[in-house]
């Protein structure tokens, strides 16, 4: 359903993606892992349409999206999650998903769906953005992409700065959604997030995928995972 293809991209000279190629079939869950500066998020950053390929294939559905602004890209059902999670800070948790759920896609999700997915966000709703801890704002982040009712699920860090907890949670979560059907690419630096939600895994190294395999793979390869993950 995603399929990207040598994909390249700059900030102003600097080139930091050098040839990314990668894919989601339907029904999967992959992630992308690499160390702090790899190009996980700018790889996303183009997905989503905020960073213009040069050049590069990202075709979703069979279909060209390389050019479209990252509004388009979520109407043709590619819910994003990005790493500083985007909360509007002086909504409430309610307006919040609100918003998100009158510019989503008709489907299946609707807001007491999220509220069954995650009920801490119902016991919070008319707290501020600015109001919730990290991991709530992790479950308003998530909640808010599926009230788009996205096909692909796209995700930055989601576990980033959470507590053990919180992130049994997420990972709880991810694994529901993913069983119901959804696809989703998840960018981690954890590998245990990356491996109970995932069964294929790309590795991102300098701007371009060093290794790619199933999680089998990679926990046979501890050079690869020295060399690369750093753990
Ligand atoms: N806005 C920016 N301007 C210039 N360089 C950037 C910008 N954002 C990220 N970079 C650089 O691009 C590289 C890849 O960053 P990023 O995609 O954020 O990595 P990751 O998400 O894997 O940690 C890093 O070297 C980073 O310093
Ligand atoms: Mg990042």
Request: hydrophobic letters at 40%; one cysteine or more.
């Amino acid at each position: 359903m995603l399929h990207i293809e040598n994909l390249h991209a700059y900030y102003g000279l600097s080139h930091v993606l050098q040839g990314v190629s990668l894919d989601v079939k339907e029904g999967e869950a992959v992630s992308l892992l690499g160390r702090n500066g790899a190009g996980k998020t700018t790889t996303l950053l183009a997905l989503m349409g905020y960073l213009k390929p040069k050049p590069g294939v990202i075709e979703y559905q069979g279909r060209d999206i390389s050019r479209l602004s990252p509004w388009r890209v979520s109407r043709l059902g590619v819910g994003f999650v990005p790493q500083e999670r985007g909360i509007f800070s002086s909504l409430t948790v309610l307006e919040n998903l609100t918003v998100a759920a009158r510019r989503g896609r008709k489907g299946l999700w609707k807001l007491a769906d999220v509220y069954k997915l995650f009920p801490r966000l119902e016991e919070r709703r008319d707290n501020r953005g600015n109001q919730l801890s990290g991991g709530e704002q992790q479950m308003l982040a998530i909640g808010r992409a599926l009230l788009l009712n996205p096909s692909l699920l796209v995700l930055d860090e989601p576990s980033e700065g959470l507590a053990p907890l919180i992130v049994e949670e997420i990972i709880k979560t991810l694994r529901d959604v993913r069983d119901n059907g959804l696809s989703i690419l998840v960018v981690e630096q954890n590998t245990r997030v990356a491996f109970d939600v995932a069964d294929r895994h790309y590795v991102l190294s300098k701007g371009t995928v060093c290794y790619q395999g199933s999680t089998a793979d990679i926990r046979a390869n501890d050079e690869m995972v020295r060399q690369y993950l750093g753990v």
